[in-house]
């Protein structure tokens, strides 16, 4: 069954049609919600009403979805027919990223999803200022993920905090996807992964996914501004870029004892950003790094480009800066750099951006497809 979100109810407010809304934070946390069911939400610029139907308060509600295979889908205009999708994130567009943008906000007073069931989608919204600092949410201040087989695509994941790891997202023993999403401004206090944190995780693939002005706040240089692996199974990363997560000495993707299986890392850019592993495989094909990573052999680095190389982004700068862009000036290097046999056409067909993933002979490295 599908149920329609505004950020108030409208009309009949039974959720029923895009006339009668209920409110998101009502439908997800009060029906009566069976396994399959969808739930679309409008977003800003909708053709039924003001763009504030858009804009999700969610100030002392955590979305918490607790019901297997549910599907939540942002991003809607109102007129559609069919599970939509009606427009890509825009990497410079700050500070909505879309062009019809659902926006989950935590107002800095506590996270805002947590998704504790099988099978779960969330797709198309903003999430952002969401914040886990008391009692048991230390973790995950975006979203705390609990379960498997999750799917996680078309979010930008923005300035939440995490009073321990994880600012933007916690994967914790469990397992997912991630495909076209952009991290950015996200803080952990305590612990690690300003913008990422997998603990003891299964199966985790990141594809086209940009990390920028992620931090941590604790005293170590291994805390990992933008990622931290920990004692994960094989999570897989692949054309990602990671770019400008300096803040402190901390590295910007640590792998922690990663001892059950390797972590690889695929047609990815970490420039200027640094990459250390204490323990485990971490292997980096076909990428392009700022610096030589540590405690990994340079014989697990296998294809990749020559480190130090710039791969000459158009203007690498915060997202929030005017005319910040990552995508690749002509005459990167890291166009048609990559390998396509790590691209599954069957998953990934464009790049962050919904652009053709494929321009060229090869894969261009990082989240964007010149």
């Given at each position: 069954m599908i149920y329609y979100a505004a950020s108030v109810a409208i009309g009949l407010g039974n959720a029923s049609s895009w006339n009668d809304c209920d409110s998101l934070v009502n439908i997800v946390n009060s029906y009566p919600l069976v396994p399959g069911d969808e739930i679309w939400a409008l977003g800003n610029n909708n053709v039924i009403g003001p763009s504030a139907l858009g804009t999700y308060n969610l100030v002392g509600n955590t979305l918490v979805i607790n019901v297997q295979n549910l599907s939540m889908y942002g991003g809607c205009r109102g007129n559609e027919p069919t599970p939509p999708r009606t427009a890509n994130i825009v990497s410079t567009q700050y500070p909505t990223f879309f062009q019809f943008s659902s926006i989950l906000d935590g107002g800095n007073a506590n996270r805002v999803i947590e998704i504790s069931a099988n099978g779960c989608r969330v797709d198309g919204f903003v999430i952002k200022n969401g914040y886990a600092g008391t009692g048991t949410q230390l973790d995950g201040g975006g979203i705390h993920v609990l379960s498997s087989n999750i799917w996680l695509e078309n979010l930008v994941i923005m300035e939440n905090t995490a009073g321990r790891s994880g600012g933007g997202l916690c994967f914790s023993q469990s397992g997912g996807q991630l495909k076209n999403i952009i991290f950015f401004k996200n803080r952990a206090i305590s612990g690690g992964?300003?913008?990422?944190?997998?603990?003891?995780?299964?199966?985790?693939?990141?594809?086209?996914?940009?990390?920028?002005?992620?931090?941590?706040?604790?005293?170590?240089?291994?805390?990992?501004?933008?990622?931290?692996?920990?004692?994960?199974?094989?999570?897989?990363?692949?054309?990602?870029?990671?770019?400008?997560?300096?803040?402190?000495?901390?590295?910007?993707?640590?792998?922690?004892?990663?001892?059950?299986?390797?972590?690889?890392?695929?047609?990815?850019?970490?420039?200027?950003?640094?990459?250390?592993?204490?323990?485990?495989?971490?292997?980096?094909?076909?990428?392009?790094?700022?610096?030589?990573?540590?405690?990994?052999?340079?014989?697990?680095?296998?294809?990749?480009?020559?480190?130090?190389?710039?791969?000459?982004?158009?203007?690498?700068?915060?997202?929030?800066?005017?005319?910040?862009?990552?995508?690749?000036?002509?005459?990167?290097?890291?166009?048609?750099?990559?390998?396509?046999?790590?691209?599954?056409?069957?998953?990934?067909?464009?790049?962050?951006?919904?652009n053709n993933r494929i321009n060229g002979p090869n894969v261009d490295m990082g989240a964007f497809e010149m």
């Open positions: 992964g300003g913008g990422f944190y997998l603990d003891r995780t299964h199966d985790v693939v990141s594809q086209n996914v940009l990390f920028n002005d992620n931090s941590v706040d604790a005293d170590s240089t291994m805390n990992g501004n933008a990622i931290y692996i920990y004692r994960s199974n094989r999570p897989l990363f692949i054309n990602n870029t990671i770019a400008d997560n300096l803040h402190s000495s901390a590295v910007s993707v640590y792998c922690d004892n990663a001892t059950t299986s390797n972590i690889d890392f695929r047609n990815s850019i970490l420039y200027p950003d640094t990459l250390a592993a204490t323990g485990g495989n971490v292997l980096v094909e076909y990428c392009c790094l700022g610096t030589i990573p540590i405690g990994i052999p340079l014989a697990n680095i296998i294809n990749s480009l020559p480190i130090p190389t710039n791969p000459l982004f158009v203007n690498p700068v915060p997202l929030s800066t005017p005319n910040a862009n990552y995508r690749l000036q002509a005459g990167s290097p890291c166009i048609d750099a990559g390998n396509n046999a790590f691209v599954p056409p069957s998953v990934i067909t464009t790049d962050l951006e919904g």
